[in-house]
């Protein structure tokens, strides 16, 4: 997230942030009335009557099951495309003549799109956008 919109939440009067904290329930009759949630660091839960929630995900990538799979930057964050230094493609014993597409990985034809990839944008139209650019990269793959 940026700098800037993080400040204006912080300062913002009407937010309340709760870092190191999970949502652990959601209730409601037709819309939200209620979310339970638990602080991580001290394991104390607390439910409020709650209209709207707003969550931060892809922050932190889940990429630790790829480990030796795929190349991924210092923050998990998958490699690909001119993101591949060829220091990447050596260690990945990259096979082929080409270079990688712009959306794929160190493993020939396997893409990655969205908040998961190093240096996107961070923004849902633009993975939409990345997953229409890797189905034709695909089918690129597919006729070679």
Known sequence: M?????RRIEDHPSITLHANTEIVGLEGNGHLERVT???NKTGD??????RHVFTMTGAVPSTSWLNGCVTVDANGFIKTGTDLTESDLGAAQWPLARAPHLLETSLPGVFAVGDVRCRSVKR????????????ASVHQVLAE
């Open 124 to 135: 849902c139209a633009s993975a939409v956008g990345e997953g229409a650019i890797a189905v």
């Open 45 to 50: 839960a607390h439910s409020r009557a709650v």
């Open 2 to 6: 940026s700098r800037y919109l993080i």
């Open 37 to 39: 949630w638990r602080n």
